[in-house]
């Protein structure tokens, strides 16, 4: 199987695009080149030689690789019978310095790092957005990621995580996602309006509310989605109206939040009229 599926996401709304690839392959090999970005991967399966810096990286399921931006790599299979798969994505090298401090970009001293933790929540993260891009879904979720990554890898300082004002950050940020639930405005110029960091501003309100933005956001249109579907209103209709991106967006928070569908609670509510 060769097999490659790339996603482009947006961080906010109308904010810079990041893409997103899933790659299966049994044979393919690339001929050398280099991205502007930072590539950061997961292998899924299989085992992958990645040529580099002079030397040789061979991943396994579960390994992330982090490649500098204009670095020349190649990739192949690591034997001749597995294959290989991972999940990636290219960073804007700009993503990888918020939260931190010094000077110039994280430098990762190794390309392969074992970190099971990091590397299930970015694989879990690109799963759901390549399937559903949602951009602030994508802007709460990936900058988080990249911070951590180059605090617990690199040679990047992490910055202070003390926020002064973390409880009036987190309420004016939830204030605005209420005020703008089907077109919310991005981190970054929620950020600059509060002249703060948005890797400070993810922090007080994942700190206040115990959640990050897209989370609350979407818990509160599902509640705004429970009052229009008691109307009687189709949940195709009331995904749209509360700002989900289409009724299977509905259906997979709605069923993690009340543990059943649009549909059924519909039903169940107007059979007890």
């Known amino acids: 199987m060769e097999q490659a599926l790339w996603t ?8 810079p695009a990041l893409d997103l690839l899933t790659a299966r392959f049994d044979q393919h090999v690339y001929a050398s080149h280099a991205h ?39 990739g192949g299979p690591g034997n001749a019978t597995d294959g290989y798969a991972y999940r990636a ?23 392969l790092l074992h970190d099971a933790e990091l590397a299930a929540a970015l694989r879990i993260t690109h799963t759901e957005l390549a399937a559903c891009p949602d951009p602030l879904e994508a802007e709460s979720r990936l900058p988080w990621l990249l911070t951590a990554l180059a605090r617990r890898h690199s040679t990047a300082r992490a910055a202070s995580d003390t926020i002064a004002g973390a409880d009036h950050i987190a309420r004016a940020v939830r204030d605005r996602l209420a005020d703008e639930v089907v077109e919310p405005p991005s981190l970054s110029a929620l950020a ?32 705004r989605a429970r009052g229009l579907l008691e109307s009687g209103l189709r949940p195709a209709e009331v995904a749209t109206l509360v700002g989900f991106a289409d009724q299977a967006h509905l259906t997979r928070w709605f069923r993690r939040v009340l543990g059943v569908t649009p549909a059924a609670y519909r039903n169940s509510v107007q059979d007890a009229v």
């Open 8 to 15: 482009r996401a947006r961080l906010g709304r109308g904010g």
């Open 192 to 223: 600059t309006d509060l002249g703060l960091s948005r890797y400070q501003l993810l922090r007080a309100f994942r700190t206040t509310m115990g959640i990050p933005p897209y989370a609350w956001l979407a818990q509160h249109r599902v509640n």
């Open 89 to 111: 994505l290219y960073a804007e090298p700009g993503l990888l310095t918020d939260g931190t401090v010094g000077h110039g970009l994280p430098h990762f001293r190794e390309p």
């Open 36 to 74: 502007d970005e930072y590539t950061i991967g997961v292998c899924v399966d299989g085992s992958e030689i990645i040529d580099y810096r002079g030397g040789h990286i061979r991943t396994g399921p579960g390994s992330i690789v982090v490649l500098a931006p204009g670095e020349m790599h190649t």
